[in-house]
Every structure is written in C-alpha cells, then in structure tokens.
C-alpha cells in the first residue's frame, strides 16, 4: 500500500507538467498526496475497520475535499443517494492495493478486489483493471516471478504486455482508463530493476503520472519492497491520520504476516522508527 502512495507523490508533479525520462529528482518539496492515496487509505480504513467502504470514502472526501477526484466521482461523493455509475477509470486500479495484502487465497482477492471496486467502477473494464491490479500484487508478494505475472495477466485479462517502456514512451499520452493505464503500469513493473527504478520508468512514459506511479509501486512494493529511506521520506508527506490508519492496516494480523513472508522487511524490521510519533 505505502508503494501505491509513493508513487503517487512522486508523480504528483509531473501529472500535467510530463517528463519523458527516468532521470528526475525522486522527490519534490511541491510534491502532495492526491486523490489516488486518500482512496487508497480509505480502503485499508474500510478493511482494517470492517467498515462499508463507499461511507469510508464520503468521509475520506468531506475530510480531503482538494484531493483532485474526478468530475463523476466528486458527485458521487457529494449524493449518498447514488450508487456505481459504470466507471472505468483508471481509480479503479490505484486504490486496490490494501486488498493485494489483507486476503490470503487467489479467490478472495478476487472476490473482494471486485466488491470494492464496484460500488463505483462495476464497469467491467474497471472491475477487470483492479482485479489485474490486486492480483499481480498478491503474486508479487507471494514468490511468484515476473514471468508468471506477465503470463496470468495477459491470459487472464487479456492485456498486451508485449511491449517495453521504449516502445510505449513516445506516443503514449494522457489517458484516465483501466485500458490505457494498468497495462501500462504492469510493464513499468515488469522492466524495472528494484522499486525506485520502477516508479521512475512508471512517470517517464509521461500520461496520468501519478496513477501510473501508484499502481505501479504498489506492485513494485510486493516485489521488492521500500527501501528505507524512500519510506520515511513519503511519510513526511502525509498527515498523522493517514500514518495511524496506514499503520494500523499493517499491524492486521493477517497483513503483518504477509509482509513478513514477502520482500517486505524494510518495513517490519523498521515499523516502530517508521510509525513512530516522531515521523
């Protein structure tokens, strides 16, 4: 989940202002957190909580109302009245990955990568983006190699990952769609060599880069883990709301376990200093 944020506010900059290149400052003191990580901390609210996500998230909106959400998305959280509204955006993707996490079996990513994708996206387009999303996540944590990703995800949703960043980077252009986004964001993962090196391919291909970033660091996060350093700096970004609610999803039994047998270990050797009252 912290990678999904990571790559959120390193992107954040670069949303309307795109670079096509790797090399960039990491990090930027006019970076923010948008709308991608407060749904994100919405749903491991939701989850740690056992609470109805679409109320989470009203709150999270009516708390966080600058966030950038989207025109249908901004009714949508000002009218508890309406229910999903057959989106496909790309929102559907970058605020999955708490599900990656907190579900042990292939059918209950499923399942719940599904249910809480729906009470918005039940496009099936947007349903198919966050189960692509939670799944290569639950793969990356699990051992799986980036073989057997790229080969689930192709035969199972049906995207073309035969492509590389090269390839994708001087054409690809602004695009708010599961289709035309999580794709994308799966090869950034797949080319990279360690977390750093796959947010920055993720923000050089230019597009929606902060949601690019975030989906794919909340892959890269399941794969590689944080470093450290990375870790603390995105924290610094965020209120102390988020970092409890952050911290409490990681303290589930079920997330703390996952993270210990994943690459995680940045994060669970380093939980205290990391969700400290200092930080």
């Excluded at 959120?8 to 795109?18: L, Q, R």
């Excluded at 006019?30 to 491991?44: E, Q, R």
């Excluded at 799944?135 to 492509?163: M, Q």
């Excluded at 209120?239 to 609610?245: G, L, N, V």
């Amino acid at each position: 989940m912290l990678g999904a944020i990571t790559g959120d506010i390193i992107g954040s900059v670069y949303e309307w202002n795109n670079i096509k290149t790797t090399e960039f400052p990491l990090f930027n003191d006019k970076g923010f957190f948008t709308d991608d990580s407060v749904l994100t901390i919405a749903l491991a609210d939701a989850i740690t909580n056992d609470r109805n996500y679409a109320d989470v998230m009203r709150e999270y909106g009516k708390k966080y109302p600058n966030a950038g959400y989207g025109g249908y998305f901004r009714q949508w959280l000002g009218n508890p009245e309406l229910g999903p509204y057959n989106s496909f955006g790309n929102g559907a993707g970058m605020r999955i990955s708490p599900v990656g996490w907190a579900y042990n079996t292939l059918h209950d990513v499923l399942e719940k990568a599904e249910e809480y994708t729906s009470v918005t996206h039940n496009h099936e387009e947007g349903v198919k983006g966050a189960c692509a999303v939670a799944v290569s996540i639950y793969f990356a944590r699990t051992g799986e190699s980036k073989e057997f990703i790229k080969k689930y995800i192709e035969e199972t949703f049906d995207y073309d990952l035969d492509r590389t960043c090269d390839d994708i980077r001087p054409t690809y252009k602004f695009n708010e769609t599961c289709q035309g986004t999580i794709p994308e964001s799966i090869i950034c993962f797949l080319e990279s060599e360690d977390f750093e090196s796959a947010i920055r391919l993720a923000i050089s291909l230019g597009g929606d880069s902060d949601t690019l970033a975030a989906i794919t660091g909340s892959i890269a996060e399941a794969f590689y883990g944080i470093p450290l350093d990375i870790a603390e700096k995105t924290l610094t970004y965020l209120d102390d709301d988020m970092k409890e609610t952050i911290k409490q999803f990681y303290s589930l039994e079920t997330v703390a376990k996952n993270l210990i047998l994943s690459n995680n270990v940045i994060i669970t050797d380093n939980f205290e200093k990391l969700f400290s009252e200092k930080q």
